[in-house]
């Protein structure tokens, strides 16, 4: 199986900086023939189910404000939240789905 | 609007059983794989298992292989877990959720509390 493991495990930021997770695959998650990464990013409140905020590694779903990023390809890859508000505060997941047992990351929490 | 409702969930003793049902509206539900993704208390999550549209194709964490069961029925747009000889590590809430393009969850339900304890 392919495991995910995200760095820091938590950060703190301060109001309007740049927050930066970190993903990394144990193997590649890039698929050859149509040259797209299987790589998806949550982001997960308290008392809340998850949220998807990125998707093939860099696509912004639909109602996702722009200060929300993703980059990187095959195994190495970044959530940026470019200027952190007090909604972002939350624990933010990155997942695979490139094998057919997909997994997550353990999770990054990002406090003000 | 995607609107997915999980039932089924509750206290069950160590080698129970229990069944899981997903209620889903709001969109065709044949046309896409759905899955069960759970989070114990206080940890991060786990996928457990995806079933593709027309339920010949199914996929399980390997914890759960043997155990749990996931099924579908596109005429009642419902999602189905069966988890026989529960362990106390099954304790958690059990989400359904519906996939895309192979694997990014895009709608997730509120969840089902699955507790396994004597």
């Known amino acids: 199986d392919i495991v995910m493991t995200q760095s820091p495990d938590s950060l703190a930021v301060s109001l309007g900086e740049r927050a930066t997770i970190n993903c990394k695959s144990s193997?590649?998650?890039?698929?050859?023939?149509?040259?797209?990464?299987?790589l998806a990013w949550y982001q997960q409140k308290p008392g809340q189910p998850p949220k998807l905020l990125i998707y093939?590694?860099?696509t912004r779903e639909s109602g996702v404000p722009d200060r929300f990023s993703g980059s990187g390809s095959g195994t190495d890859f970044t959530l940026t939240i470019s200027s952190l508000q007090t909604d972002d505060v939350a624990v933010y997941y990155c997942?695979?789905?490139?094998?057919?047992?997909?997994?997550f990351g353990q999770g990054t929490k990002v406090e003000i | 609007e995607v609107h997915l409702v999980e039932s089924g969930g509750g206290l069950v003793q160590p080698g129970g059983s229990l069944r899981l049902s997903c209620a889903a509206s709001?969109?065709?539900?044949?046309?896409?794989?759905m899955s069960w993704v759970r989070q114990a208390p206080g940890k991060g999550l786990e996928w457990v298992a995806n079933i593709f549209q027309g339920g010949s194709e199914k996929y399980y964490v390997d914890s759960v292989k043997g155990r749990f069961t996931i099924s579908r029925d596109n005429a009642k747009n419902s999602l189905y877990l069966q988890m026989n000889s529960l362990r106390a590590e099954d304790t958690a809430l059990y989400y359904c959720?519906?996939?895309?393009?192979?694997?990014?969850?895009?709608?997730w339900g509120q969840g089902t509390l699955v507790t396994v304890s004597s």
């Open positions: 709001g969109f065709t539900f044949s046309d896409y794989w």
């Open positions: 959720v519906r996939a895309l393009g192979g694997g990014y969850l895009d709608s």
């Open positions: 093939w590694a860099s």
């Open positions: 997942q695979e789905y490139y094998s057919t047992s997909w997994t």
């Open positions: 193997q590649s998650v890039l698929y050859d023939s149509n040259s797209k990464n299987y």
